[in-house]
């Protein structure tokens, strides 16, 4: 039996599951975190009718901390902390997938980010404003998404987990996870893949961060 390779659209819908789950792990774990990155998948929850994977992130460079993470994970260089990201990011699938088996309730969603991102026309690459679109991500991740199970517990800081902007940022994160999982699912990037075209996904992952990054 014959089965389709991963595609270069697939790799970077995966590599923004996995950025999005390292994102959310260093926020729950220290104030030292990437806010550029945080900045690109937050983004990337408002270009819902993007007409392929790489719109999505604005570019291939929206998700290269996420392809450096395919290759640190599928290589030889895996650490316990990366391999927790991953089982973050196979939580994220499961949930898409329950997604996609509630249509009206994804369409209702995708026309609460596009109501966002409207209120926000020209926030991308103005940091100024990711505080207030964090805010309104989070709330509709916990009106949505935290009704839905499995509940993904992200393990951190008992006290960092514990302040308002952390949560709100992570629950932002967790939400662009979900949005490139269900963007994944759509593309045929499916759990054994993870598993089976480990080689595939870090030659394309290679290759999409030296050309055209």
């Given at each position: 039996m014959f089965f389709k390779q991963p595609t270069s659209d697939e790799t970077l819908a995966l590599a923004g599951v996995l950025q999005a789950s390292q994102i959310a792990d260093r926020v729950a774990t220290s104030s030292d975190y990437d806010r550029d990155t945080l900045h690109e998948s937050m983004h990337s929850l408002l270009r819902i009718d993007s007409p392929d994977?790489?719109?999505v992130f604005g570019s291939r460079r929206g998700v290269i901390n996420g392809l450096g993470l395919i290759t640190q994970l599928f290589g030889k260089t895996a650490s316990a902390r990366n391999r927790l990201l991953l089982q973050y990011a196979i939580n994220m699938h499961q949930l898409a997938g329950k997604l996609r088996l509630q249509p009206r309730f994804a369409a209702s969603m995708s026309e609460q980010l596009n109501a966002i991102a409207d209120r926000y026309p020209d926030s991308y690459g103005d940091q100024s404003f990711d505080e207030e679109i964090c805010v309104?991500?989070?709330?509709?991740?916990?009106?949505t998404i935290s009704q839905m199970s499995p509940r993904i517990m992200v393990q951190g800081e008992p006290s960092r987990l514990q302040q308002p902007d952390v949560a709100q940022k992570i629950r932002t994160a967790l939400f662009a996870g979900i949005r490139s999982a269900f963007l994944w699912d759509q593309l045929g990037g499916r759990k054994w893949h993870l598993l089976f075209y480990r080689t595939h996904y870090v030659r394309l992952s290679r290759k999409l961060m030296v050309h055209g990054v």
């Amino acid at each position: 039996m014959f089965f389709k390779q991963p595609t270069s659209d697939e790799t970077l819908a995966l590599a923004g599951v996995l950025q999005a789950s390292q994102i959310a792990d260093r926020v729950a774990t220290s104030s030292d975190y990437d806010r550029d990155t945080l900045h690109e998948s937050m983004h990337s929850l408002l270009r819902i009718d993007s007409p392929d994977a790489e719109s999505v992130f604005g570019s291939r460079r929206g998700v290269i901390n996420g392809l450096g993470l395919i290759t640190q994970l599928f290589g030889k260089t895996a650490s316990a902390r990366n391999r927790l990201l991953l089982q973050y990011a196979i939580n994220m699938h499961q949930l898409a997938g329950k997604l996609r088996l509630q249509p009206r309730f994804a369409a209702s969603m995708s026309e609460q980010l596009n109501a966002i991102a409207d209120r926000y026309p020209d926030s991308y690459g103005d940091q100024s404003f990711d505080e207030e679109i964090c805010v309104e991500l989070a709330d509709l991740y916990s009106e949505t998404i935290s009704q839905m199970s499995p509940r993904i517990m992200v393990q951190g800081e008992p006290s960092r987990l514990q302040q308002p902007d952390v949560a709100q940022k992570i629950r932002t994160a967790l939400f662009a996870g979900i949005r490139s999982a269900f963007l994944w699912d759509q593309l045929g990037g499916r759990k054994w893949h993870l598993l089976f075209y480990r080689t595939h996904y870090v030659r394309l992952s290679r290759k999409l961060m030296v050309h055209g990054v």
